[in-house]
């Protein structure tokens, strides 16, 4: 199989990592991509939402296989396009893609459907918000409708932050006309779980979970970035959770979209806060996601005993019922090395060293803010955003992956380079802090 792969992060150098050991691969591209995936894979200089070079190259390849990475090319419709063109594709199509790019989208097909979630209200006007917060106690947790790149989400602890909240959406338009449209949501609290349901349209794959840490600082400090760490498997992730996540959200979300017209194809990512008693909670949906996670896949995929490019296929063509899917039963952490000043404003072009240094067995290095150096792949690469790398370690408990990933870390610097330090840690199952 040809295979695009359409993306610049680590994700998709996981992804390129995974499907590179596929026997069923004969080539592999990615559009995007950067110094980890130019060593597996052939390079595209094409922007992730530059929905028109995607398409020309799909075709220009003889792509056997469209693999999306990231939200912004889905909801611009690049699976609708592609699909016209009869080129497979792994990803949902943009109406399905609504499912993240509008929250009251997905909060009111869950309440249709019967799927536990918060409970919410979604404003067009800034004065009916406003009204409807003086009437309200306590937490509140205000969203932008629309996509805002991972922000968008504001944290309140009382009504008059959430009223400070809801006019940094609605009037200074802080996320731009994703803010347009404002959710107020009940703030619930209690651990966060990142779930995986490969889909066709009708079938399901087992599910895989993993957890990530979003805040900066040890100890769930400091302010949300992309993503500082994440590890896999969670020990609470029991089959009977697996199997209740699947029967109460998952099944359910599947039926209602093929329902509405909008079948459900690619990844499905539910992010997921367990409320209630810690020995019987109940899982609701914070959000849907219509990709893959980042870190979390970097955690993930190595867990994958199946074929990835039977797997993604059969979602694009819909036959998931006829493909085992297998996930494994060992445990990775994957630790993100970010720029000093991230998620502020921070410098690039630094040296990276120490990659070529093998650590212990069963660690990886995936690649996303990095670009090739002057010479090429065989010098250094350079960093060239926020997040640069993300060093994962494997092991049979979380311990010993955690301990792998931090002494294959310790080998690699660039100027500037920081990371947690408690990542593979228990902290980040806890209640959301409010920051307002
Ligand atoms: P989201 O982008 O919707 O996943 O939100 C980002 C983070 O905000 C989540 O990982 C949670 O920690 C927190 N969050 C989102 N929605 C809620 C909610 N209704 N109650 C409490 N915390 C929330
Ligand atoms: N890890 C969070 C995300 O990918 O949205």
């Not at 600082?217 to 020990?235: I, K, L, R, V, Y």
Request: hydrophobic share 40%; net charge negative.
């Amino acid at each position: 199989m040809k295979v695009l792969i359409v993306g610049a992060g680590g994700r998709e150098h996981a992804l390129a990592w995974r499907i590179n050991q596929s026997p069923n691969l004969t080539r592999l591209w990615v559009a995007g991509g950067n110094a980890g995936t130019a060593a597996l894979a052939e390079s595209l200089d094409i922007r992730a939402n530059d929905v028109e070079a995607l398409v020309a190259a799909a075709r220009e390849v003889a792509a056997d296989l469209v693999i999306v990475g990231p939200e912004a090319p889905l909801a611009l419709g690049l699976a609708d396009r592609l699909t016209a063109l009869g080129i497979p594709v792994f990803g949902p199509t943009q109406a399905a893609a609504q499912i993240e790019a509008s929250k009251s989208f997905a909060l009111d097909l869950m309440r249709d459907a019967g799927v536990p979630c918060p409970g919410y209200h979604v404003f067009t006007d800034q004065s009916s918000a406003l009204d409807h917060l003086r009437a309200h106690q306590g937490p509140v947790v205000v969203k932008a409708n629309g996509l805002a790149a991972g922000k968008g989400v504001l944290l309140c602890r009382d009504s008059e932050q959430g009223a400070a909240a809801v006019k940094e959406c609605m009037s200074d338009r802080a996320f731009g006309e994703a803010g347009d449209t404002v959710v107020l949501e009940e703030y619930l609290s209690g651990p966060e779980v990142s779930v995986f349901a490969f889909c066709d349209g009708e079938n399901l794959a087992p599910l895989v979970a993993a957890c990530d840490y979003k805040r900066l600082e040890d100890g769930n400090h400091g302010p949300n970035t992309g993503g500082m760490g994440s590890f896999a498997q969670p020990d609470f992730w029991s089959p009977e959770l697996a199997s209740e996540v699947e029967q109460t959200i998952m099944k359910p979300v599947l039926r209602a979209m093929a329902e509405r017209g909008a079948p459900y194809q690619g990844v499905l990512y539910a992010g997921l806060m367990l409320t209630g008693p810690d020995s019987n909670p109940t899982p609701k949906v914070l959000e849907f996601n219509c990709r893959l996670g980042d870190p979390e896949t970097q955690v993930v995929l190595p867990l994958l005993d199946s074929d990835p490019l039977e797997l993604m296929l059969a979602c694009a063509l819909g036959n998931l019922d006829r493909v085992p899917v297998r996930w494994g039963t060992k445990n990775y952490v994957g630790i993100v090395m970010v720029s000093g000043g991230y998620p502020g404003q921070y410098q690039t072009g630094f040296e990276i060293s120490g990659l070529e240094e093998d650590g212990p067995e069963d660690t990886m290095v995936f690649h996303a803010g990095t670009k090739l150096g002057a010479g090429g792949l065989s010098s250094p690469p350079l960093t060239a955003g926020g997040r640069v790398l993300t060093v994962v370690g494997g092991g049979e408990t979380i311990e010993q992956a955690t301990e792998r990933a931090y002494s294959r870390l310790e080998k690699i610097s660039f100027q500037g380079a920081r990371w947690r330090r408690d990542i593979g840690s228990a902290v980040n199952q806890g209640a959301a802090q409010a920051t307002g």
